[in-house]
């Protein structure tokens, strides 16, 4: 947490809730993976975290404020499990990424957005022939076709 002053730097150009939904999003982060790097991202105007891994990082989250909202996304966001499609960027077919969109204010149970975070950092810090091996691949079909689905040939 010793870029304190370029965190509030960044979000003093927002208006004052989405500033502080910034703020306790970035509390949640760092209670919830000790030993968080935060760095700033100026030309995307995000938060990135990351985990050090010797003499790189692995980026897991950020936080990307707006006007009218904030975003709290993952590196790795397809690789999380989401069966209740909490989690945006599908219908924008993001290959990598998924987010949270809170406007202004957080209307998610801290324990769920602590979850994925948590769950971001593991797969952040996996190798990355293990995130191959997590990525689904689109162009393969299911080994088991479940009973109530018709296969079109």
Avoid: C
């Avoid at 995307?44 to 003499?55: F, I, R, T």
């Avoid at 790189?56 to 006007?67: D, T």
């Avoid at 966001?77 to 406007?103: I, M, N, Q, V, W």
């Amino acid at each position: 947490m010793d870029d304190a002053q370029p965190v509030e730097f960044l979000l003093e150009a927002y208006p004052p809730a989405i500033r502080e939904t910034g703020r306790t999003l970035r509390e949640l982060i760092f209670r919830t993976v000790p030993g968080t790097v935060e760095t700033i991202r100026p030309g995307w105007h995000w938060v990135a975290y990351s985990l050090p891994d010797g003499k790189r990082v692995r980026n897991f989250a950020w936080i990307g404020p707006e006007r009218r909202h904030i975003h709290l996304g993952f590196e790795h966001g397809t690789l999380l499990a989401d069966p209740d499609r909490r989690l945006h960027g599908a219908e924008e077919r993001l290959r990598k990424f998924r987010y949270f969109t809170f406007e202004p204010s957080i209307d998610v149970d801290e324990a769920v957005l602590a979850d994925f975070v948590r769950r971001a950092a593991d797969v952040a810090t996996l190798s990355s022939a293990a995130r191959r091996a997590l990525t689904p691949d689109p162009e393969r079909l299911p080994d088991v076709i479940p009973d109530d689905w018709v296969r079109i040939s």
